[in-house]
């Protein structure tokens, strides 16, 4: 696994936690709205994130693994950039959309 698809994988799995198949017959509820200091601080997570697939991607470009993320990940982490106002596409490969 190349070291950007692991800090992209790091990252799915903290937004997106493994949850069991919903159980039928249940009520859905909304979550409560976000404060501003939930925003602030998954801003600073992205902003850390971008910084560390910017490196992920040097060091996966010196070592022959260019190119290996996976796009349907990247596209999760690229939506949960877009929500806090920060562009993926100088640190990962543009993905036509």
């Known amino acids: 696994m190349c070291v950007v698809s692991m800090v992209g994988e790091f990252y799915e799995h903290k937004w ?53 993320e996976i796009d349907e990940k990247m596209e999760k982490l690229r939506k949960v950039a877009e929500i806090v106002g920060i562009d993926l596409d100088d640190v990962l490969k543009k993905v036509e959309r």
């Open 16 to 68: 997106w936690p493994m949850i069991p198949n919903t159980v039928p017959n249940t009520t859905f509820t909304f979550p409560p709205p976000v404060t501003r200091e939930e925003f602030e601080i998954l801003k600073r997570e992205v902003e850390d994130m971008k910084i560390l697939l910017g490196m992920a991607k040097k060091y996966d470009e010196s070592t022959g693994q260019k190119d290996c």
